[in-house]
Antibody, heavy 126, light 107 residues
Framework: QVQLVQSGAEVKKPGASVKVSCKASGYTFTSYYMHWVRQAPGQGLEWMGIINPSGGSTSYAQKFQGRVTMTRDTSTSTVYMELSSLRSEDTAVYYC???????????????????WGKGTTVTVSS | AIQLTQSPSSLSASVGDRVTITCRASQGISSALAWYQQKPGKAPKLLIYDASSLESGVPSRFSGSGSGTDFTLTISSLQPEDFATYYCQQFNSYAITFGQGTRLEIK
């Protein structure tokens, strides 16, 4: 079955970086884009960006430009999200989410997210 | 960025009720809208995509409609497992955005 397995919880100090992994299984890794979405405690969902596992191209939300880096390793079917210069406001659950298959003639910028990881809790505290 | 405004922000209803949640976009997005259900401590779950297409495995009591700027999610007969938070999401701009969420509680 299709699965996204994320790495475990992290506790970081302000100014540090965190790298979260998301290992895909049950489908062809390079055929589906992957998004990262975060959710601060008690808050809504916030899109961070997208990576194309096939070629590695990325697009980031403006808010995270310069602080986020998304990469992939096709040999292990894993995508990574690294966030630097952490501050307390970055305390959140970070999700990876597979994008649905784009149909022929597709013309939107992106698509919906059909499979989600369970999330990785990142706590930023001094 | 395109803003999505959901209404109501919270809603109390009873098992068996028909419930409608609205999502309004700040500019037209065609049918590039999805709906998700999230339960406490869990990841979001896709319910509806392309504004009105039901995701495989999702009960038929869930339905979506709309295009352009105004969209609705309807649950025809609430079941106990439907009490959760619901989010709309648009994907027709350079930046994906989500609505603020609608919390559906038991009356």
């Amino acid at each position: 079955q299709v699965q996204l397995v994320q790495s475990g919880a992290e506790v970081k100090k302000p100014g540090a970086s965190v790298k979260v992994s998301c290992k895909a299984s049950g489908y062809t890794f390079t055929s589906y884009y992957m998004h990262w979405v975060r959710q601060a405690p008690g808050q809504g969902l916030e899109w961070m960006g997208i990576i194309n596992p096939s070629g590695g191209s990325t697009s980031y939300a403006q808010k995270f430009q310069g602080r986020v880096t998304m990469t992939r390793d096709t040999s292990t079917s894993t995508v990574y999200m690294e966030l630097s210069s952490l501050r307390s406001e970055d305390t959140a659950v970070y999700y990876c989410a597979r994008e649905g298959a784009r149909p022929p003639g597709y013309y939107y910028y992106y698509y919906y997210m059909d499979v989600w990881g369970k999330g990785t809790t990142v706590t930023v505290s001094s | 960025a395109i803003q999505l405004t959901q209404s109501p922000s919270s809603l109390s209803a009873s098992v068996g009720d028909r419930v409608t949640i609205t999502c309004r976009a700040s500019q037209g997005i065609s049918s590039a809208l999805a709906w998700y259900q999230q339960k406490p401590g869990k990841a979001p779950k896709l319910l509806i995509y392309d504004a009105s297409s039901l995701e495989s495995g999702v009960p038929s009591r869930f339905s979506g409609s709309g295009s352009g700027t105004d969209f609705t999610l309807t649950i025809s007969s609430l079941q106990p497992e439907d009490f959760a938070t619901y989010y709309c999401q648009q994907f027709n701009s350079y930046a994906i955005t989500f609505g603020q969420g609608t919390r559906l509680e038991i009356k």
